[in-house]
């Protein structure tokens, strides 16, 4: 796992600098105001930003709007430098970005991690958090260490005062971007806020609807509207790729005579390819964007073939090669391949593939097959009863059997045959919308290119249900 060294001058010379502000900075406490209404000054926020008046300021209600406003300006590669006395490049439910796919937006997006996408979304090429002098960063540093080693070098951690003597204070910004954070800001030092950094008169009504939802449990109003998923290129975004294999030792990745080199920025899912995931023996490996508020990566393993997770599992890092890597595979933004040799960055051992798995979130369940007797698989089943039966597979009574059917969408009139048949690949149920499982392979290794037209037209189906995964089993 990468370590933490602080960038040096030479590398940090990025093309453009914005500042992203949390009135919170000046703030004495990182607390909300329902747990401390006595919030005070420490540093007055015009000391801060007086000197840059002649910067274009644009102020925002709630912290993660910046993203939609960097979204909406095409940024690319921008250095920002970030006053909050909290860090938003995680948050307790969600340390790293293992099961979000390039590009990620909609409800993904907190005013804990927003940064956090950014970074990695290749929008900002750096960023310096500035925290009060009170904050406490050592525990911070190293939780975002740990969940996004291969952006520890793309951070760096500094208190206001340390700042002040950093190169970083000699950049002049671009452009100034402004949270008043009202979960976080007592209502008297909001006004002072608005006053200083200027907000029009549709932005104070918001902010002031914000305040009261907080302590009034309100409703806030509209929700905001995302960018449900931006197009990222792999060689414009700041994420790594992951390998997982159960060979250690190795310093190249080659293609073998099945195929090229597969890899994923999510460590999770790649985590799943050092188990020799086989179609044809009932494994099953997917991503569901249904059942919970954020997508997770799944894997279904046959009883006969669980001692493959008590096995040592490698986790190999990509970083200089990975714009070697093209989309590839059925789950788009998580499967992506190379047909020549990768160099390896760096390398993570697991004693047990088990290990790895729960480090990333991975939901596993063993011996789901033929029958479901999950309890969680079984209520997704039901959730989504009518959208699977409308367009997969007939649910029978009682709900611990699934037969597969082949079923007509309508679609030029070519019957479909849902994956997870005797002999077919996945055994995952595609809510419309949504990617299939990964693609089959022979027993031989090598792609069936017989299912690749198994998934309904996104077009026609997107529509009428949400959009994700559905997993059932064969």
């Not at 100034?176 to 976080?184: E, L, V």
């Not at 198994?454 to 559905?470: E, F, T």
Request: proline share 8%.
């Amino acid at each position: 796992m990468s370590s933490y060294s602080p960038p040096s001058n030479q590398d940090m010379s990025p093309p453009a600098v914005l500042w992203d502000v949390d009135f919170d900075l000046f703030l004495d406490s990182e607390r909300t105001v329902l747990e401390d209404r006595n919030k005070d000054y420490w540093l007055r926020p015009e000391v801060l930003l007086d000197a840059h008046r002649s910067a274009p300021h644009t102020p925002v209600v709630d912290h993660r709007e910046c993203l939609r406003l960097w979204d909406q300006a095409d940024l690319r590669g921008w250095f920002c430098i970030h006053f909050d006395a909290h860090p938003d490049l995680f948050d307790e439910a969600d340390p790293g970005l293992g099961n979000l796919l390039l590009g990620r937006r909609g409800d993904c997006v907190t005013d804990g991690n927003y940064l956090l996408i950014a970074l990695r979304d290749g929008i900002l090429a750096r960023v310096v958090w500035v925290a009060p002098d009170w904050q406490a960063m050592e525990d911070y540093r190293a939780r975002f260490d740990h969940g996004n080693p291969e952006l520890a070098d793309r951070v760096e951690m500094l208190r206001y005062r340390d700042f002040l003597t950093s190169a970083s204070a000699q950049w002049v910004p671009q452009r100034i971007d402004g949270a008043f954070s009202p979960g976080f800001t007592p209502l008297p030092k909001l006004a002072e806020f608005v006053e200083c950094f200027g907000a029009d008169e549709t932005l104070v009504d918001a902010v002031a609807a914000a305040w009261l939802a907080v302590h009034f449990r309100r409703p806030a109003g509209d929700s905001l509207e995302w960018m449900a998923h931006r197009t990222i290129p792999l060689a414009e975004s700041n994420a790594a790729l992951y390998h997982g294999t159960a060979v250690g030792g190795m310093t190249t990745l080659t293609p073998s005579p099945r195929g090229p080199v597969f890899a994923s920025p999510s460590p999770g899912f790649a985590a799943c390819f050092g188990l020799g995931l086989d179609d044809q023996q009932g494994w099953i490996h997917g991503v569901d964007h249904l059942t919970a508020s954020r997508p997770f990566v799944y894997l279904l393993v046959p009883a006969d073939r669980a001692e493959c997770l008590e096995q040592p599992l490698y986790l190999y890092h990509i970083t200089r090669d990975r714009d070697r890597f093209q989309p590839a595979g059925a789950v788009a933004g998580f499967e992506y391949a190379a047909p020549g040799p990768v160099a390896v960055d760096g390398c993570t051992r697991f004693e047990r593939a088990r290990d790895a798995l729960a480090e990333y979130g991975v939901r596993v369940y063993v011996g789901a097959v033929p029958r479901i007797h999950d309890p969680g698989l079984l209520e997704l089943a039901t959730r989504h009863r009518r959208a699977v039966e409308a367009h997969f597979v007939e649910l029978l009574e009682p709900l611990g059997f699934v037969r597969w059917v082949p079923l007509r969408l309508g679609l030029g009139g070519d019957a479909v045959r849902p994956t997870g048949l005797p002999g077919r690949p996945g055994g995952l149920a595609r809510a419309p919308g949504a990617g299939a499982g990964r693609r089959a392979v022979k027993g031989d290794g090598s792609p069936d290119h017989a299912d690749t037209q198994l998934a309904p037209s996104k077009r026609s189906l997107d529509k009428q249900y949400p959009i994700g995964y559905v997993a059932l089993c064969a």
